[in-house]
């Protein structure tokens, strides 16, 4: 079956400039992660869904940083005025609801701030 | 705060060799463990978990881990390495009531023949 995709694979953005990233999750899973990936850095936890329940946003970074999940399905992760500390990967993750259910990666896109 | 320690950046080993993999966790709770295994430009994907029950944990492509309460540590252990294992290796940790995963930085396996 189709596994979490994510668009666009490369994005390259002038400083200051905004930029969007998007994904798809399992079909069926409930809850939805964004993770950034730096260069020997590990993945840094960013925004968390669960269902209809308030996302958990306390791995945002700052305030240009934001994203939605519309009718519990795809996701959007928003960076305004990006800056070039803002370069790497960003990874988005699906699983079903429980602490114990597995994440689903996507590729990732990989997003260079010029 | 919740933190994954893998002290190791990058571990070498010859193909046929035992690798061990460390991860250490700092948690004073009950914590749920995973490894997952990122194969050179591919995405993550989940190697072995352990959520209760027996210390050793069996996982896909003979990797196994122990579960150490006593040292909140949940090492990767191969017996025999092959050159496909060559792939960056990351520990991850949660806790009951806390969802989102906590990573390690990664330890990149590197499987030379």
């Known amino acids: 079956g189709a596994g979490v995709s994510q668009s666009p694979s490369n994005k390259v953005t002038e400083k200051g400039k905004d930029v969007e990233l998007r994904c798809d999750p399992i079909?069926?899973?409930?809850?939805l992660y964004w993770y950034r990936q730096s260069l020997g850095q590990g993945l840094e936890f960013l925004i968390y869904f669960q269902g209809n329940s308030a996302p958990d946003k306390s791995g945002l970074p700052s305030d240009r940083f934001s994203a939605e999940r519309t009718g519990g399905s795809v996701s959007t992760l928003t960076i305004q005025r990006t800056q070039q500390e803002d370069s790497a990967v960003y990874l988005c993750?699906?699983?079903?609801?429980?602490?114990?259910?597995?994440?689903?990666f996507g590729n990732g896109t990989r997003l260079t701030v010029t | 705060a919740q933190s994954v320690t893998q002290l190791d950046s990058q571990v070498p080993v010859f193909e046929e060799a035992p690798v061990e993999l460390r991860c250490n966790y700092s948690?004073?709770?009950?914590?749920?463990l995973f490894w997952y295994v990122q194969y050179p430009n591919q995405g993550l994907q989940l190697l072995l978990k352990?959520?209760?029950?027996?210390?050793l944990v069996k996982g896909i492509n003979g990797f196994e881990a122990e579960f150490n309460k006593s040292q909140t540590s949940f090492h990767l252990r191969k017996p025999s390495v092959h050159i496909s294992d060559t792939a960056e290796y990351f520990c991850?940790?949660?806790?009951?009531?806390?969802?989102?995963?906590?990573f390690g930085s990664g330890t990149r396996l590197q499987v030379q023949p």
């Open positions: 079909s069926g899973h409930t809850a």
């Open positions: 993750a699906s699983s079903f609801s429980g602490e114990d259910s597995p994440l689903h």
């Open positions: 991850a940790v949660t806790y009951t009531g806390r969802r989102a995963l906590t």
């Open positions: 948690s004073s709770v009950s914590v749920y």
């Open positions: 352990y959520l209760s029950g027996s210390t």
